[in-house]
């Protein structure tokens, strides 16, 4: 092995590159926010709570998530901790934000999944769970706000295996105690953490005899410790067995329990995360399996963000390192075009927060500026032609006619239009032989947001008007003519790509059984989109 091989190899091994996906709520940008903490990344953890003192979450750096106190775009988040080097992608929760977060999940290697302990698995956290296990990722789950009344911890282990279909093994368990406050019993290191007004206020090893130590008896109470022992003997005998082979094959959950908001639990849990988390691996690609430790650079772009920097309006395309080494000035083959670009001044974050890097490593993301010349999906490599698989796609479900309150903003309107659909988030459709544009997004709060940044970021106020449209379906083979006898309305994509809209499945099926010669793909299907 070479001395470049080696170095290559080391660098890959300190690298965590993970997700943290929940349903809204459960708690994920705070755990966002206490990880950077610990870190050192930040002085003091935000909230999205904090709207009213000021104090806002790092991860969320758009006007309308400190407006409104919810993540609505994923962030990527660099640091270093005890040795490895950190990149968290902090999704979004809510489902109108889905596709950001399914993307999203291509670039991570291990996801963090946040259950609220007093809801349990909730809708959105199942399907974040089933992208996560299609990709076969692994998968550790934080069951958040111990410092709440809650459900019963064996109940949610049942939850979790049952709705979900994973098994569990939960790496430490909670305690009651006498004096009305709680802690948090290490399974494999047999030792205690106490809590005082929900922080940690003393660890107490058990000295080799687990749950018979007199110290832990005596902190907990008799019943308690009674309760506790009884658990641990129920899960020791009825339990899953601790696997690490099955945690990174994405088939064993480890669980922790703790409260993020006062960071109980938080340290522990990190520290044996970054122990069981998988470095980057390879990644799939139409020549195979692209493996971390190949000597030629190469990438793929999960996500484009405009105005990231408001007082630049700038867009920055966010890579994913797959292999080799990457240095600024690098010049890549953009495989899309076939055109060499140089990647001048890359970027690294802390949400709006971002240092010029000069070197990156696979696992780590960065951030490319974007004159206009990248599309999601893009896969750029050195001295090479592959492509790495396509990123997951999303046929709209809702849809309105946009329209420039302001005519003197035309400018101002297009450029918008142009950079926010370039996102991914807002598809957009011509109606042929017109001017008018269509908007289709999967989710009712996607036009709040578009609505809003084209305001507040190129000052052009729009009209929405809603159509009774929920599915769209692309048309290949169909002439003129044939399109015309077809019950729905036609459009053009951005590719210049024949749609039909629906109202509903009846008139879906209409199309369909009338005109078996026509074949209709869903975006997820459309062989050339």
Known sequence: MTLQYD????QIDSRRTFAIISHPDAGKTTMTEK????????RLAGSIKGRKTKKYAASDWMEMERERGISITSSALQFSYNGYRINILDTPGHQDFSEDTYRTLTAADSALMMIDMAKGVEAQTKKLFKVCRMQGIPIFTFINKLDRQGREPLELLDEIENVLG????PLNWPAGMASGSYGLYDRRLHKLELSQGGRISEIMPANGLGLEDAALKNALGDSFHDTLRDEIAL???AGDNFELDKVRKG???PVFFGSAISGFGIETFFHEFLQMATPPGGTKSNEGLIEPTAEKFSGFIFKIQANMNPAHRDRIAFLRVCSGKFEQDKVVNLVRTGKNIKLSQPQQFLAQNRNIVEEAYPGDIIGLFDPGIYQIGDTLCE???????KLPRFSPELFAKVTARDATKYKQYHKGLSQLTEEGAVQVFKVPGTDEIILGVVGELQFEVFQHRLQSEYGAAVNLQRLPYHLARWVMDADPETLSRLRSFVVKDANDKTVLLFE????LNYVKNNNPSVTLYTLEECPVV
Do not use: M, P, V
């Open 35 to 42: 990880l950077l903490f610990y870190g050192g990344a930040i």
């Open 235 to 237: 899960l020791d005998g």
């Open 166 to 169: 994973i098994g569990s093994y």
């Open 7 to 10: 170095e290559l190899k080391k």
């Open 251 to 253: 088939l064993l959950t």
């Open 383 to 389: 001295g090479g032609s592959f492509q790495f698989e």
């Open 504 to 507: 509903n499945e009846y008139s």
